[in-house]
């Protein structure tokens, strides 16, 4: 299994830029986690093959390349985009995004090929296939429904939190899951900002150590995601100041293989 967190902005140089204002995880080059920066830093490949989006939450940095992606595609494509979503989800992307306000309902809306969106509601709890991949979604504890996912390819099995404060039945599934090769939490803020992380629901070093006491395996390398740019050097600092074994930062834009 590949995964590659996908770049927000990017240096002069063309590399990207370690910053993470926008999430998005395509694992094998075909099946997007959330759509943050999915129109703006997806390869050609990934352009091509990924028409299955996994959508955990409706915050603006998780979905603001989603209607941009299909607009970009709209013309070409052969088959629609499927978002897969709570139906939670789906109705906030319908209300708040394609609402014919902010952008065109493509789910109402073809091209000379197919329609161009499809919606699958997804229940928490319930595995259900995308492409080549089993996926569960777990609920997570953050300001708005959302979802982590284990997901698994026969093969390989990871594990991605998504934004969460303090949660545990994600933990429960993670210990109880055989074979898990890699575990994806976030940690956006430094201690000194706690209170508004607990105000947000995510996660600071300290909150993050308590959660990984929650891990009660080994066998598994553990990557931290979602750190605010404004404050990544002092959160990594105190991250690396735990001192936890096989914990380590995710490199944005770098591929990972399983």
Known sequence: MKLQLLPSTFNGDGTASPGQHLTCFVVDDSVAFDAGSLAM???????????DIVISHTHLDHVAGLPL????????????????????VIEVLERDIFNWSVYPRFSELSNQNSPV?????????????????SVLPIGVNHKVPSSGFIVADGTTTI?????????CEFWTTVNETKDMSAVLIECAFPNEMDELAVLS????????????????????????VNVKPAYRDETIRQIAALGIQKLSILEVGRVYEW
């Open 117 to 133: 969106l499809e919606y699958y509601k997804v229940v928490t709890g319930s595995s259900f296939d995308v492409a080549h991949l």
């Open 69 to 88: 992606f299909i607009d970009d595609l709209f013309a070409t494509l052969t088959e629609p985009v499927r978002i897969h979503a709570a139906a939670e």
């Open 41 to 51: 830093a997806s390869s050609p490949l990934q352009k091509k093959q990924v028409r």
């Open 159 to 167: 594990a991605l939190t998504g934004d969460t404060a303090a949660t």
């Open 201 to 224: 629901h995510h996660l600071t070093p300290a909150g993050l150590e308590k959660e990984l006491s929650k891990l009660h395996r080994s066998d598994c390398d553990i990557y931290v």
